[in-house]
């Protein structure tokens, strides 16, 4: 089952998101159900064979032990990730209105202020150009790092270092808690539960112990648990401070038990990651016009634009067109990851990018649990946290930080790759 543990929890999500979408109200704005039906199971499909044709090409090998010289590579990994998250969450919070320990707590408590703030905060300050946040961007895979690392080896590094990880992860934490935002810990979340899966599957393949994979299962559980709780509260202060709590209609049976505050926020949990296939149905009645190949990452259309003069504008991407023709708003409501990659590749080139999608995410998997390479590894999570959002937007394209990582660590990918062919020939 190793092998195939990936594919199921991917397909478990895509499916159970969709599904779960047609139990809201949101399934009712839906006016081509044929049509978002049939093209989210073919990209589902599509995203299966990609995976199952890359399994099929390779059998898994017995996993290999860690050499001495990569645990000390790993542990120089995890140190300076943490470095990079401590160094980009003082950054963050000198650029915020924060002015003590207690304010940010104070903030933490009401996410819905914090995100207002943030919102705001973001309108009217000018894009950061300082040499310092430039190299924090051009870092970027620094960020990839820490969590799947600090989770695979915590048996390998010393208690020390341990301690340091930990701190990093809390201030990358505490920042997104701040400002009231789900997205840093979501991603740090699916990058902790991918090395999580990992971590399962090489315990599997050296020990049948159960108790390890029990205690790993409970691990998961923990962090999904506390993600969850967070979310709740989170949507709950969210809803009650915007007064969106009309559009929810939690259940009155929810509701008597949990209380109204806890109700609205699990109706919100619910709709939270189901909403964007509305969306996506919008979208798919939307003509295509191409984007010029700026359309499915706004971070790479913004760079473009200020360092090489390119009108992104004028070529808008599928949900800022979709806004103008059905009014559903592309920075409010999600639209699902579909209609940023049909900016580029048309809908049915979309379909088709998830059987790459699933193809590398095969290989990446069998990569770091049967040959323990690292780059897989990061690369993994970075696969996840794409297939995480999929009911979302294309989130590793929506930071700078997140975009600058993927390229870096396919690039080295790629070398690496070139590099152990050349030394297959030369044998």
């Not at 399934?27 to 399994?55: D, H, K, M, W």
């Not at 120089?76 to 160094?87: D, E, G, K, N």
């Not at 992104?312 to 940023?340: D, F, K, L, N």
């Not at 590749?345 to 088709?352: K, Q, V």
Request: charged content about 15%.
């Amino acid at each position: 089952m190793v092998p195939w543990l990936p594919l199921l929890i991917a397909l478990f999500w895509m499916l159970g998101t969709f599904g779960a979408f047609w139990l809201t109200r949101w399934s009712q704005e839906v006016s081509n159900p044929e049509q978002l039906t049939v093209f989210v199971i073919a990209a589902t499909i599509l995203f299966t064979i990609g995976y199952v044709a890359r399994i099929a090409m390779q059998k898994p090998e017995p996993a290999r032990r860690v050499e001495p010289s990569r645990t000390l590579l790993v542990r120089r990994l995890i140190l300076a990730s943490a470095c990079y998250f401590m160094i980009l969450g003082f950054v963050r919070f000198r650029r915020s209105d924060s002015v003590g320990l207690a304010s940010v707590w104070d903030r933490i408590q009401n996410p819905a202020d914090g995100y207002l703030r943030q919102q705001m905060a973001y309108l009217e300050a000018a894009p950061p150009t300082s040499p310092l946040t430039v190299a924090l961007v051009a870092l970027g895979a620094l960020g990839t790092v820490l969590a799947p690392l600090l989770v695979v080896y915590w048996r390998s590094i010393p208690t020390w270092l341990r301690l340091i990880g930990l701190i990093g992860v809390a201030t990358h934490i505490s920042y997104f808690l701040y400002i009231g935002t789900l997205k840093g810990l979501g991603d740090i979340s699916v990058m902790l539960g991918a090395g999580l899966l990992i971590l399962a599957a090489n315990r599997r393949a050296h020990s049948p112990a159960k108790r390890h994979r029990k205690l790993l299962l409970a691990l998961a559980a923990a962090l999904a648990s506390l993600f969850i709780a967070y979310m709740v509260y989170n949507q709950a202060s969210r809803a009650n401070e915007f007064d969106t709590v009309g559009r929810l209609s939690p259940n009155p049976t929810v509701e008597k038990i949990l209380g109204r505050d806890a109700a609205v926020g699990l109706a919100v949990t619910i709709s939270y990651p189901t909403h964007g296939y509305a969306g996506l149905a919008h979208n798919l009645e939307t003509p295509f016009e191409w984007s010029n190949g700026l359309g499915s990452s706004p971070s790479i259309a913004a760079l473009a634009q200020e360092q090489l003069g390119a009108d992104h504008e004028g070529r808008p991407s599928y949900p800022q067109r979709t806004e103008a023709i059905s009014g559903w708003p592309a920075g409010m409501y999600w639209a699902t990851v579909y209609p940023w990659l049909a900016s580029d590749l048309t809908f049915p080139g979309a379909a088709l990018f998830m059987a790459l999608v699933g193809w590398l995410l095969a290989r990446f998997w069998t990569e770091a649990v049967f040959h323990r390479r690292i780059l897989p590894m990061l690369l993994f999570g970075q696969v996840c946290v794409f297939i995480a959002y999929i009911p979302a937007n294309n989130q590793l394209g929506m930071s700078p930080q997140s975009v600058a990582g993927l390229f870096t660590l396919a690039a080295l990918y790629m070398l690496g790759s070139v590099h152990n062919r050349g030394r297959a020939t030369l044998r």
